[in-house]
């Protein structure tokens, strides 16, 4: 049902993915964990994008911020991120709320896991929640290329105007 691989143990991350570990082993959730000893230093690329990639959602606790690698890695393979509310999450200059599982704290994840089960209509709930955040992600993907691009041709408008 979910997927997080990466470091458990170093003294930066270690209290907050720690956390989310024994919160989800202790409710006996149906999420894989593969814990590595370093950043890509477990699972091969292929393998992890394999796992990711049959995973309706993706734990994306926060690296040396909550902005991390693992959460594009969620939202390219299509899963829903789970991950906590922080002001990168909400900043309208940033995520500006997106349509992911956000989390006063990882001990509230059984409870808001709970309404996600295998019956067919929770099945059906998850599949639109995914779909909700594959849109999400190609309009962001798409505003910010325009952005990039817009940026471009005015720098080269300028530089022709000169």
């Not at 691989?5 to 720690?18: P, Y």
Request: overall charge neutral.
């Amino acid at each position: 049902m979910g997927f997080f691989a990466g470091a458990l143990g170093s003294r930066t991350l270690a209290d907050e993915r720690q956390l989310m570990v024994k919160v989800i082993r202790d409710a006996n959730l149906p999420f894989l964990i593969a814990e590595t000893q370093t950043f890509g230093g477990g699972l091969g690329p292929v393998s992890y994008a394999g796992y990711l990639s049959m995973s309706r959602f993706g734990l994306v606790p926060g690296g040396n911020s909550p902005e991390t690698i693992r959460l594009y890695d969620v939202l390219e393979a299509g899963a829903v991120p789970v991950m906590l509310k922080s002001p990168f999450v909400t900043a309208s200059d940033t995520l500006n709320n997106p349509p992911f599982l956000l989390l006063g704290s990882w001990a509230d994840l059984p409870k808001v896991y709970a309404q996600y089960s295998d019956a067919p209509e929770a099945i059906a709930g998850i599949e639109q929640m995914r779909q909700k955040v594959v849109a999400w992600w190609k309009a962001f993907k798409t505003k910010h290329q325009m952005q990039v691009k817009e940026l471009i041709e005015r720098s080269f408008a300028r530089a022709e105007g000169q």
